[in-house]
Nanobody
């Protein structure tokens, strides 16, 4: 059974930073791309960033230069460093398993975790 467990969300002031983590199990982690997506209140899921097993990375224009995706294949983990947060970044953040080793752009993946809430407020 595929399981994805996100953590690291919280309340942060505008301009602040957070490190989101996602631990995966139930599949061959190294064989798949991983992604981060988010859902703001009243809005649809939005893809943010993706990373292949070989650390090729790509980002949505909305978060480029502010967010950094990384992965640790030895520990079945994927991370998203959030910097220079604004109120527009308030959302539930999910990690999403890619459908293949190359599914790392503009994708919602085939499995997502329960999410971790990020709230940016002064």
């Amino acid at each position: 059974e595929v399981q994805l467990t996100e953590s690291g969300g919280g309340l942060v002031h505008p301009g602040g930073s957070l490190l989101l983590s996602c631990v995966a199990s139930g599949f061959e982690f190294e064989g798949f791309a991983m992604n981060w997506v988010r859902q703001a209140p009243g809005k649809e899921l939005q893809w943010l960033a993706g990373i292949t097993r070989n650390n090729l990375k790509t980002y949505s224009a909305a978060v480029n230069d502010r967010f950094t995706i990384s992965r640790d294949n030895a520990n079945n983990a994927v991370y998203l460093q959030l910097n220079m947060l604004t109120t527009e970044d308030t959302a539930m953040y999910f990690c999403a398993k890619g459908k293949s080793y190359w599914d790392y752009e503009e994708t919602l993946g085939d499995y997502r975790g329960q999410g971790t809430q990020v709230t940016v407020s002064s």
